[in-house]
């Protein structure tokens, strides 16, 4: 099928009514026309020839007519519009219809239009210059017919005939094009209405100038309203050609956010009007791509080098879809990809593995070979929602699903959802309790407390775990394992990072002003790990609180670890070259494997507390912990165990050698003044005792 019978095409379950309703447009243009063609015999010798030239100008004007790009297939700008409303102004209904017909018929013709169709616009227009008509005709208006200068009655009469113009071909053409491509009614009328109300606008209101002057003066002058014209023609083809910049990445030459944003509406109002005529269940999903260690090469190779790598991949991505799927660059490194004609999930993980294997070849970048790898998220339509914000964060959701898993493509599952409508609300609670310009009584309040650790051996205190809490203004203490599962997939995660890194920083130096040196223990997460931001704001805070870096330990999971080992291994080598120490926490919970412990710069290992709590009772447990810190101790790391709460599991964590523990059995986790003066009061056991 070519590109003309595309435009002309009409899908089955729509043809109907869509003909029947140009026909009756096309019947009732006729009636219309009747009365005034049936005498146009008798007084087209008598016409002027102002009216030969403007007749004349509207055909040659129409055989250029300007198409904007990406519009509903009815928007375009005619210059004929003004000629032909003038004509009707000076000399009735009947001339107008008869050169607006020869100058539809002229640019049917160029823009290889189907016959149905040009005999449909120019009924279309019939419509109009009738209700135009009808118009003037009851407000008695005749001063440019007589050649009398116009009062201020006469202009707002004609401003009302060019607004009935304007409604009976716009709604017109909306009602066909909502009857021959489906979809939301008012989503069809809104598509065109800004453009064509003011191009077709400035065409109507340009006519009665054209009549009280060039016209009633001299037909030399005339001619001269094509310059005006040009400048219409002008402002809209500048308009559409700034519409279509505002909807691409400037960097990429993809669509953007904005017109992704389009494209997903409009699939949705078709994918709609599909499934109320009873066609088959068709599907369309959305696709997010994000590029794996893309600020490690922004950092290595410079900006330059980064947006050629940006470049590259979009020319890969978009030479894997097929020509009606669309490609956009959402900012950053991060991509997506609508492809609308699907039949289940099985067509987009078919896709998206079309994507992988295109980013698998290595990219050649200022001599170096650079390879690509990215995590992509799929959420479907209609089963995983109906809007683009709600596929987007499901899309979101299955992405770092997949970065959990260490996999390269996942599809949204609910059960991998943490965002609840109550935890949605909570994320916006605690944004605006970590944001300092929105941070108010409403929001509660974020405060660290800290957790004293101490050396078996010896008794003393060698350190302390910073432990966020938050205080609802409603809900109260909210649950520290809640807070962080509603931080951990959004980009919140990192404002509260920063804002625990910045606090415990500064307590670091706040306590070694007032004699008192700590280590102090802080838990990161994944997203905090897959960039190198995290390593520049803790060598900053350092620097301007004056903190030694072996007073600042991280602590990160086996799940972040195994989540991304490569780019988590990137992150925690820059922070053991600045100083700060590794812990890998819940260690014996995950499936961390021996080569990456072996890897890692480390100087400890966290028993999980669901091991230290049974192993007094359990034997199983017992011989977990002991094993835990022989190989920890083989490979030269030191072990704390957590969650110790009695004397019994004290001593035995002191048999098996473990260096370091906390629990309740010495403290609970307290603010940074109660630490200052429990310190003052704590006494060291006798282990001997």
């Given at each position: 099928?070519?590109a003309a019978?595309?435009?002309?095409?009409?899908?089955?379950?729509r043809?109907?009514?869509?003909?029947s309703?140009?026909?009756?447009?096309?019947?009732?243009?006729?009636?219309?026309?009747a009365?005034?063609?049936?005498r146009l015999?008798?007084?087209?010798?008598?016409?002027?020839?102002?009216?030969?030239?403007?007749?004349?100008?509207?055909?040659?004007?129409?055989?250029?007519?300007?198409?904007?790009?990406?519009r509903r297939q009815?928007?375009?700008?005619?210059?004929?519009?003004?000629?032909?409303?003038?004509?009707?102004?000076?000399?009735?209904?009947?001339p107008?219809v008869?050169?607006?017909a020869?100058?539809?018929?002229?640019?049917?013709?160029?823009?290889?239009?189907a016959?149905?169709?040009?005999?449909?616009?120019s009924?279309?227009?019939t419509?109009?210059?009738?209700?135009?008509?009808?118009?003037?005709y009851?407000?008695?208006?005749?001063?440019?017919?007589?050649?009398?200068?116009?009062?201020?009655?006469?202009?707002?009469?004609v401003?009302?005939?060019?607004?009935?113009?304007?409604?009976?071909?716009?709604?017109?053409?909306?009602?066909?094009?909502?009857?021959?491509?489906?979809?939301?009614?008012?989503?069809?009328f809104r598509?065109?209405v800004?453009?064509?109300?003011?191009?077709?606008?400035?065409?109507?209101?340009?006519?009665?100038?054209?009549?009280?002057?060039?016209?009633s003066?001299?037909?030399?002058?005339?001619?001269?309203?094509?310059?005006p014209?040009?400048?219409?023609?002008?402002?809209s083809?500048?308009?559409?050609?700034q519409?279509?910049?505002?909807?691409l990445?400037?960097?990429?030459?993809?669509?953007?956010?904005?017109?992704?944003?389009?494209?997903?509406?409009?699939q949705?109002?078709?994918?709609?009007?599909?499934?109320?005529?009873g066609?088959?269940?068709?599907h369309?999903?959305?696709?997010l791509?994000?590029i794996?260690?893309?600020?490690?090469?922004n950092d290595?190779l410079?900006?330059?080098?980064?947006?050629q790598?940006?470049?590259?991949?979009?020319?890969r991505?978009?030479?894997?879809?097929d020509?009606?799927?669309?490609?956009?660059?959402?900012g950053?490194?991060e991509?997506?990809?609508?492809?609308?004609?699907?039949?289940?999930?099985a067509?987009?993980?078919?896709?998206?593995?079309?994507?992988?294997?295109?980013?698998?070849?290595?990219?050649a970048l200022?001599g170096?070979?650079l390879?690509?790898?990215?995590?992509?998220?799929?959420?479907l339509?209609?089963?995983?929602?109906?809007d683009?914000?709600?596929?987007?964060?499901?899309?979101?959701v299955?992405m770092?699903?997949?970065?959990?898993?260490?996999?390269?493509?996942a599809?949204?599952?609910?059960?991998?959802d943490?965002?609840?409508?109550?935890?949605l609300?909570?994320l916006?609670?605690?944004?605006?309790?970590?944001d300092?310009d929105?941070?108010?009584?409403a929001?509660g309040?974020?405060?660290?407390?800290?957790q004293?650790?101490?050396e078996?051996?010896?008794?003393?205190?060698?350190?302390?775990?910073?432990?966020l809490r938050?205080?609802h203004?409603?809900?109260?203490?909210?649950?520290?394992?809640?807070?962080?599962?509603v931080?951990e997939?959004?980009a919140?995660?990192?404002?509260l990072?920063r804002?625990?890194?910045?606090?415990?920083?500064?307590?670091?130096?706040k306590?070694q002003?007032?004699?008192?040196?700590l280590?102090?223990?802080?838990?990161?997460?994944?997203?905090?790990?897959?960039?190198?931001?995290?390593v520049?704001?803790?060598?900053?805070?350092l620097?301007?609180f004056?903190?030694?870096?072996?007073?600042?330990?991280l602590?990160?999971?086996?799940?972040?670890?195994?989540?991304?080992?490569?780019?988590?291994l990137?992150?925690?080598?820059e922070?053991?070259?600045?100083?700060?120490?590794?812990?890998?926490?819940?260690?014996?919970?995950?499936?961390s494997?021996?080569?990456?412990?072996?890897?890692?710069?480390?100087?400890?290992?966290?028993v999980?507390?669901?091991f230290v709590?049974?192993?007094a009772?359990?034997?199983?447990?017992?011989?977990?912990?002991?094993?835990?810190i022989?190989l920890?101790?083989?490979?030269?790391l030191?072990v704390?165990a957590?969650?110790?709460?009695?004397?019994?599991?004290?001593?035995?964590?002191?048999?098996?050698?473990?260096?370091?523990?906390?629990?309740?059995?010495?403290?609970?986790?307290?603010?940074?003044?109660?630490?200052?003066?429990?310190?003052?009061?704590?006494?060291?056991?006798n282990?001997?005792?």
């Amino acid at each position: 099928m070519d590109a003309a019978a595309r435009r002309n095409y009409v899908p089955a379950e729509r043809a109907v009514p869509f003909y029947s309703f140009v026909a009756v447009v096309v019947g009732v243009a006729a009636i219309v026309a009747a009365g005034p063609l049936s005498r146009l015999p008798e007084t087209l010798p008598d016409l002027p020839a102002a009216f030969w030239v403007m007749a004349a100008l509207a055909v040659l004007c129409d055989s250029q007519p300007f198409a904007p790009p990406g519009r509903r297939q009815s928007s375009a700008v005619f210059p004929s519009i003004c000629f032909t409303f003038a004509i009707l102004l000076a000399w009735g209904l009947g001339p107008a219809v008869l050169v607006q017909a020869a100058a539809v018929a002229v640019s049917s013709w160029r823009l290889r239009h189907a016959p149905w169709r040009a005999v449909f616009n120019s009924a279309q227009y019939t419509l109009a210059l009738g209700a135009a008509e009808a118009v003037t005709y009851l407000l008695s208006e005749t001063a440019f017919a007589e050649g009398v200068g116009p009062t201020w009655i006469d202009v707002a009469a004609v401003t009302l005939a060019a607004a009935a113009w304007f409604v009976v071909k716009y709604g017109t053409v909306t009602i066909a094009v909502r009857l021959h491509s489906g979809g939301n009614w008012w989503a069809t009328f809104r598509q065109g209405v800004a453009f064509e109300s003011v191009s077709i606008g400035a065409l109507l209101l340009l006519a009665p100038i054209l009549v009280g002057g060039p016209a009633s003066h001299s037909v030399a002058l005339i001619p001269l309203m094509l310059v005006p014209l040009f400048a219409v023609y002008r402002m809209s083809r500048l308009s559409s050609e700034q519409e279509q910049l505002a909807r691409l990445d400037p960097l990429t030459g993809l669509a953007n956010r904005k017109a992704l944003l389009a494209e997903v509406h409009e699939q949705a109002t078709l994918h709609c009007a599909r499934a109320a005529t009873g066609a088959p269940d068709r599907h369309f999903a959305l696709l997010l791509l994000d590029i794996d260690r893309f600020k490690h090469v922004n950092d290595a190779l410079g900006h330059a080098v980064g947006d050629q790598l940006l470049v590259e991949v979009s020319g890969r991505l978009t030479q894997a879809v097929d020509r009606h799927d669309v490609v956009a660059r959402l900012g950053g490194d991060e991509f997506a990809i609508l492809t609308p004609r699907l039949h289940d999930a099985a067509g987009a993980r078919a896709l998206a593995d079309r994507v992988v294997a295109a980013l698998a070849e290595p990219v050649a970048l200022d001599g170096l070979p650079l390879d690509v790898s990215g995590s992509i998220g799929i959420a479907l339509f209609p089963e995983h929602g109906d809007d683009f914000a709600t596929l987007m964060r499901h899309a979101d959701v299955a992405m770092y699903d997949a970065k959990h898993r260490n996999d390269t493509v996942a599809v949204y599952k609910p059960e991998s959802d943490h965002n609840t409508p109550e935890r949605l609300s909570l994320l916006g609670d605690l944004r605006r309790a970590l944001d300092p310009d929105l941070a108010s009584a409403a929001a509660g309040e974020i405060n660290m407390y800290y957790q004293p650790q101490i050396e078996i051996q010896t008794g003393e205190v060698v350190g302390v775990e910073a432990l966020l809490r938050w205080k609802h203004p409603k809900r109260g203490m909210v649950d520290p394992e809640e807070l962080i599962k509603v931080a951990e997939q959004s980009a919140v995660m990192r404002l509260l990072t920063r804002r625990v890194v910045d606090d415990v920083v500064e307590q670091l130096a706040k306590w070694q002003a007032a004699g008192v040196k700590l280590r102090a223990a802080v838990n990161v997460s994944i997203r905090d790990l897959h960039t190198l931001e995290i390593v520049d704001q803790i060598r900053e805070r350092l620097t301007r609180f004056a903190v030694t870096p072996d007073q600042l330990q991280l602590e990160i999971t086996e799940g972040a670890l195994m989540a991304d080992p490569r780019r988590v291994l990137a992150t925690i080598s820059e922070l053991a070259k600045l100083g700060v120490a590794i812990a890998l926490d819940d260690f014996g919970t995950g499936y961390s494997s021996m080569q990456h412990l072996r890897r890692l710069p480390l100087t400890e290992v966290k028993v999980d507390r669901s091991f230290v709590l049974g192993m007094a009772t359990d034997a199983d447990d017992h011989a977990i912990v002991r094993t835990v810190i022989d190989l920890a101790g083989a490979l030269g790391l030191r072990v704390v165990a957590e969650g110790v709460e009695d004397e019994r599991t004290w001593r035995l964590l002191r048999s098996v050698g473990c260096h370091v523990a906390q629990g309740w059995f010495y403290a609970r986790p307290m603010p940074a003044d109660e630490l200052v003066e429990w310190l003052g009061r704590y006494r060291p056991l006798n282990p001997n005792a």
